[in-house]
């Protein structure tokens, strides 16, 4: 059975100017074998203290903010696995990394396999045009990176974002989930579906 495995790593968010202090959450899904590395922040030593000396089936990014895909390709690198991201989070990665592309396209709909658990991704633009979500109904839970956060949708008065698209984004794809599904941030606490559709 898959597990998950967490760590947060310190940074910075530079966007439009600005340059920002940020905690990431780090998060592993696997076995004792084989996993799979959501988002890919600060350190490359931070995620592979989480992952140990397992195999890196994927690098999958939530989007494409510099604070979640900075060591992306040095990981890439280090653990020889593919960078999946969104074909529409084009212009974001752009902005972190001009001279390299990530591996493989996400849609809505994918779904990866990792330690006999299936991870789904979903579509949720308004954060970023190519964040997505993903989904684990074996693990009773949903990685929404920047998307939803404990006590709200994720920040959205930036470049490529959009306020009234990510309220549709959570509306139709993350309330559709069970009330139970625990959700994994891109920064900060837990929360539920059934908590976050309250507010």
């Not at 947060?8 to 990431?24: H, K, M, P, R, Y």
């Not at 974002?161 to 139970?180: G, K, N």
Request: proline letters at 5%.
């Amino acid at each position: 059975m898959a597990r998950i495995d967490h760590a947060v790593s310190s940074g910075t968010f530079s966007l439009d100017g600005e340059t920002f202090d940020v905690d990431n959450n780090i998060w592993v899904i696997g076995d004792d074998t084989e996993c799979v590395v959501i988002d890919a922040p600060h350190s490359v030593d931070d995620i592979m203290a989480v992952v140990g000396d397992r195999k890196v089936k994927a690098i999958l990014l939530t989007h494409a903010h510099d604070d979640h895909c900075r060591v992306a390709p040095a990981l890439r690198e280090r653990v020889v696995a593919p960078i999946m991201l969104h074909p529409a989070d084009k212009p974001v990665w752009e902005l972190t990394h001009t001279d390299e592309l990530w591996d493989l396209d996400l849609a809505d709909g994918t779904e990866i396999e990792v330690a006999g658990t299936t991870l789904r991704v979903l579509h949720t633009p308004g954060h970023a045009p190519g964040a997505v979500c993903f989904y684990a109904p074996e693990l009773g839970c949903v990685f929404t990176g920047d998307t939803l956060f404990h006590g709200g949708p994720g920040a959205t008065g930036r470049s490529f974002s959009d306020a009234d698209l990510i309220v549709e984004s959570i509306r139709t794809q993350l309330f559709a989930l069970p009330d139970d599904t625990v959700v994994h941030t891109g920064h900060g606490d837990d929360t539920t579906i059934a908590a976050e559709r309250v507010e």
